[in-house]
């Protein structure tokens, strides 16, 4: 059921409006007035009490989003110090809430943004710190972070077009293996036992598939264990990034699907670079961090 939220924000113009909005929870009310042009300083909830908050890890998108609201802030003129105190309090996630609250600690010490930025949000990737640093130095902290939710959002759009290019073939190859555990475990041995009457030689061919079949059909349960250990240490490397890399490196290598992850890689490098320079982050440093973006080991060297 949809709670109430009461706003006041800022719209692309930079002009202050207030107004309630009807959501799930804070998060999807966010959401909501993104896409309505709208830019919250504050967001509560009509009746003060948020129940059943689920932990979760910080997602890219939850980055995205604090991050456009923060550049949106300042480039309307909001003080620092307030514009960070204002998304303490968004309820995007706890955990975001907690960083901004430890950033607004430490700009009232005294520490820089930048400073402050990177030790309370050390899951960012590395250029967003490169780009703060260079944007508070000329004086353009708000263009700068707002050129680094551009990347952020490149990166994690290109992130959704490969798993989703891979989604068809995975279903297809998932398809046709269990179409064929079917067949041998369930068909193959029916063949099996019309033939065991038979006095003619088989073709080898078909000699093996039946006593693959008979095979299977006869130690079922074995073979399930071990398919199900295999899913598990499949899912276990994948989290491993040396494994992850070799994986991508032998992808990069493949028809169709090599040459778009070759291709979307460099195109990452241009625009990472391309950013970073057009805000007064040094060549070599730019250079050296494009690189890490790249996830092709190959490309990267």
Known sequence: MPNGYQYEALDTAGQRARGRIAARDKRDALRLLH???LFPITLAPEAQQEVGRISRPISHQDYILTLKQLALLLNA???LVQSVATL????????????????????RSGENFTSAFATALSGLPAYVGQLAAAGEAIGRLGTALADAVKQMEYE???RIEFRNALTY????VAAGLSAVLFIFIVVVPRFSAM????????????SIVLETGVFLNQHLVAVLVIAALFVVATVLASRDPALRAKARELL?????????????????????????LGNGVDLIKALSLARDGVRIPRLAT
């Open 252 to 276: 990069a290598t493949a028809p169709l699907v090599g040459a778009w992850l070759r291709e979307s890689d460099m195109a990452a490098w241009a625009s990472l670079l391309s950013t970073m």
């Open 88 to 107: 303490k309090s968004q309820g995007i996630h706890p955990g975001l809430e907690r960083a901004f609250a430890d950033v607004e600690r430490r700009l």
């Open 77 to 79: 003129g909001v003080p």
């Open 35 to 37: 896409g309505k042009g």
């Open 195 to 206: 033939l065991d009457n038979t006095k003619q030689k088989l073709p080898l061919i078909s």
């Open 156 to 158: 994690h759009q290109v």
């Open 169 to 172: 073939p995975a279903f297809l």
